[in-house]
């Protein structure tokens, strides 16, 4: 019984750290759908700075014929034509990193959530304690389950002891 209690703690423990891996993948998806934006994030800012003297103040959208068809702008009421222009550079630049570095993270994630997987199949398939032990020692090492520190007591500290100047020892 308390065998079976510690596999299933293992089991969730690895469980619980899969799923986070899920919600980094979705993450990591989500953001490479983004990069595919690029394109309108650039041209989009580019075209209120070209007709910032058009645009009114308090003004939500602006349409306007472009390299990529006619585009239909958001803009943000509460700010300027050069501030919206910026914000849609900034996400344009963010949106350019996302498309350099997330295939790169995404396959790592894949190949850990792979390997979770394939953790918590073996466990499934250990029938000895040898074989939960290489599950538990592979499983660490792939920082999937977190030894527990062991709260360690601090043992008391000595006295210090000083000498007065009258000659009484003084312990502190």
């Known amino acids: 019984p308390a065998a079976y209690a510690a596999v ?12 986070k891996l899920l919600r980094k993948r979705d993450a990591l998806a989500h953001e490479q759908a983004r990069a595919g934006d690029i394109e309108r994030l650039r041209v989009s800012g580019e075209m209120i700075l070209a007709y910032a003297s058009q645009i009114k103040r308090r003004q939500e959208k602006l349409k306007a014929e472009t390299e990529i068809g006619r585009l239909e702008i958001a803009l943000d009421p509460k700010l300027s034509a050069v501030e919206n222009a910026q914000k849609y550079f900034k996400e344009y630049h963010r949106a350019k990193d996302a498309a350099e570095r997330v295939p790169a993270l995404l396959a790592v994630v894949n190949s850990e959530v792979e390997y979770a997987d394939q953790m918590l199949n073996d466990l499934e398939l250990a029938e000895n304690r040898t074989e939960i032990d290489a599950v538990i020692v592979a499983a660490r090492e792939a920082g999937l389950i977190i030894e527990a520190k062991q709260k360690t007591k601090a043992k008391p500290s000595e006295p210090r002891a000083f000498t007065s100047r009258d000659g009484f020892t003084i312990l502190v």
Not at 8 to 19: N, T, Y
């Open 8 to 19: 299933d703690q293992l089991r969730a423990q690895i469980a619980a750290a899969r799923d």
